[in-house]
């Protein structure tokens, strides 16, 4: 479907290296297409610039002029530096609580608790660890209902008190639940709205504080572009969260989102949702990421 840009700028140079001496000008006007690519991938404007000027030094400082092969050499520093700006190496998720506890946190729809399934499943069959769902969603009944179906597709239980209107309450009872069945993780689903407010921010913020979690994730749909930027920002400043959660990669989205929101809220990407299904979660890798950026 899309052209790749490493194919692209290979060709670009061919038809420069035909013509004589290559300039500092063919590699600006070469980053540009690369500009082009990451906007594209719904890379932020500003980062997009920023990450092409650095480019373009590193480039010049390791003499793309001279080389033979200008275009290849481009691409590589393009995707090491791409590979570095996402964080380097892939993040862990710390699990190294008993109970270790997960809280969950982003917009409605995001994908949250179809993440807090799979996360379930991923914990339980990767890392021996025997999770509990928690439902702190007291606003939608259905939401609830969704993670008790999601709890039997993985087999994990499900914590949850529909006559309980407090969502701190409710995490509170869900790990001393989690302790007494010892088992040794606590993922914990909120209720999300459909766009950043008040009331959900102090909400998810006073069940953090309540709890002291291992580990707080926001989750994000990759499709919303820029949005997912602002979002990311708006909970980041609220939670100082730990790790973000990409969902919907398996959508036609280029994944530019997570080169923004890695630059803008400086915290790892640490898990990629692609599908609707339980085994459908990714560690991140940024090495990845940058190929599929790039194309
Ligand atoms: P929540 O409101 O944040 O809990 O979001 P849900 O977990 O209910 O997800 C909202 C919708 O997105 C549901 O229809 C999910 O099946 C779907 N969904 C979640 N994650 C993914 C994903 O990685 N890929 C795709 N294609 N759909 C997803």
Known sequence: M?????????RAFKVLKGHGQITEVNVAETLKEVRRALLDADVNFKVA?????TVKEKALGQNV???VTPGQLLIKITKDELTKLMGGDATDINISGNPSVVLMSGLQGSGK?????????FLKKKKGKKPLLVACDVYRPAAIDQLHVVGEQVGVEVYSN???????????????????????MV???????LAVDEKMMNEIAEIKNAINPQEVLFVVDSMTGQDAVNTAKAFNSRL????????????DTRGGAALSIRK????????????????ALDVFYPERMADRILG
């Open 240 to 251: 100082n969260f730990d790790g973000v959660v990409l969902t919907k990669l398996d959508g």
């Open 187 to 193: 993922i914990i689903d909120t209720a999300g709205r």
């Open 65 to 67: 002029l001279t080389s």
């Open 113 to 121: 608790t179809t993440f807090s399934g799979k996360l379930a499943n």
């Open 49 to 53: 610039k920023t990450f092409t000027d």
């Open 162 to 184: 529909k006559e309980q209107k407090d969502p701190v309450k409710i995490a509170q009872e869900g790990i001393e639940f989690a302790k007494k069945q010892g088992l040794n």
């Open 2 to 10: 899309f052209e790749s840009i490493s194919d692209k700028l290979d």
């Open 264 to 279: 803008v809220v400086d915290k790892p990407i640490k898990f990629i949702g692609t599908g609707e299904k339980m085994d």
